[in-house]
């Protein structure tokens, strides 16, 4: 999962070098291996900032709390995909 955060001046005063240091945390302490951070450029949504990009979908709103649960949230669904995908293949 590639996870963009927007480091323009609307989102990043609003606390996205905070959301950044959560998610590199999170990744670290939970050893999310599969889990990319990177800066981003303006997205064009700010006035719903501060924003993030996960793989090709923009969210706003986010802080830091709400960037790390939406990470294990998504990381759960995939994690039980690959499981159903493995149960099937032994069949």
Known sequence: MKIKVCMWSA?????????????KNDKERFNLKD????ESLCMWECKKWP?????WNIHNYINP???SEFVF???????KKKTNINNNDKK
């Open 11 to 23: 989102c990043k005063d609003r606390f996205s070098d905070y959301i950044i240091t959560r998610l």
């Open 35 to 38: 889990l990319e951070i990177e």
């Open 51 to 55: 924003n993030i990009k996960v793989d």
């Open 65 to 67: 709390a709400k960037a």
């Open 73 to 79: 949230h998504t990381n759960k669904k995939k994690k």
